[in-house]
């Protein structure tokens, strides 16, 4: 006799000391069982939301992204426990389980059959989350759009785009993510003079000093800055750059900052940006 039949007959002998009705006892034992089975259930899923959750915050600092692990991990649990609980309570009532699953088998196809794109988006959504292929402020391309992810559910993604727009996506139409937010990053700043123009200022150690500066003073910054560089003589100019190693997700914060500092720099050496090569043409006569 397992624990559940000794319960049974526990409660069964209390009856029968109270109650002479052998009808009136097995029924009374027979809702004392599954009142039994239901609060046990409460119970356990009450414990084991707590547990769950309770430990994703204090090992993930409660980000958005672990907290919808938790509640997929908390709904698997009081899903299967609730199906234990019913088979359970089915088999207090004397109810025959095979057919039952049977049945609950051709209605679950059925379902699952009118809903495969939803299964496909939480599926995808819960591998989304469990191999951490994104996080919460991450730089992605997804689909051809670039922006930072604003939140991830189980079903679907939300993209915010540089211009603030919101795209959603859901996460089963999701084949391909390019993550810029993995490693550290890099600041790569194009600048443009004239073609006719000396580059020797920004070859000399004043320029140097310049650069060795700003990643000094920039908390983003991870190294001295590059040498500059020539890019193209494209257009009617020289296009020049200059790189920086910085921390995650900080490039194009240092990439503004150091346009903001070239300008002045170039403004107090007479430096012209961005002049445009004019040819000028004699006026043609009618």
Do not use: C
Not at 96 to 101: Q, R
């Amino acid at each position: 006799m397992n624990l559940v039949d000794t319960l049974r007959e526990v409660i069964r002998d209390f009856y029968t000391k109270y109650i002479t009705n052998v009808p009136l006892t097995n029924t009374l034992t027979i809702a004392t069982m599954v009142l039994f089975w239901l609060v046990l259930g409460f119970i356990v899923i009450k414990i084991t939301k707590l547990i769950v959750l309770r430990s994703s915050k204090l090992q993930d600092k409660g980000t958005k992204e672990s907290l919808t692990m938790a509640r997929l991990i908390n709904s698997l649990i009081r899903v299967l426990f609730i199906f234990w609980i019913v088979i359970m309570v089915l088999q207090e009532l004397g109810i025959e389980i095979l057919p039952v699953l049977a049945g609950a088998g051709v209605l679950a196809f059925a379902i699952g059959f009118g809903a495969q794109e939803l299964t496909k988006d939480v599926i995808s959504g819960f591998f989304l989350i469990l191999e951490k292929t994104f996080r919460i402020g991450d730089v992605v391309e997804i689909g051809g759009n670039k922006g930072y992810i604003e939140d991830i559910g189980l079903r679907r993604t939300k993209l915010r785009t540089f211009t603030n727009e919101i795209i959603t996506i859901n996460n089963g139409d999701i084949k391909k993510v390019i993550n810029f937010s993995l490693e550290p990053g890099v600041a790569i700043i194009d600048f443009n003079i004239d073609f006719r123009k000396d580059i020797e200022i920004f070859e000399s150690e004043e320029f140097t000093n310049f650069v060795k500066a700003f990643a000094e003073k920039h908390p983003d910054v991870t190294n001295e800055g590059s040498a500059i560089i020539v890019v193209s003589l494209l257009g009617g100019h020289v296009t020049l750059r200059v790189t920086f190693d910085t921390d995650i997700r900080r490039n194009i914060v240092v990439e503004r900052d150091f346009m903001k500092e070239l300008l002045k720099f170039a403004r107090d050496h007479s430096i012209d940006l961005e002049v445009p090569y004019v040819v000028e043409h004699d006026n043609l006569k009618q």
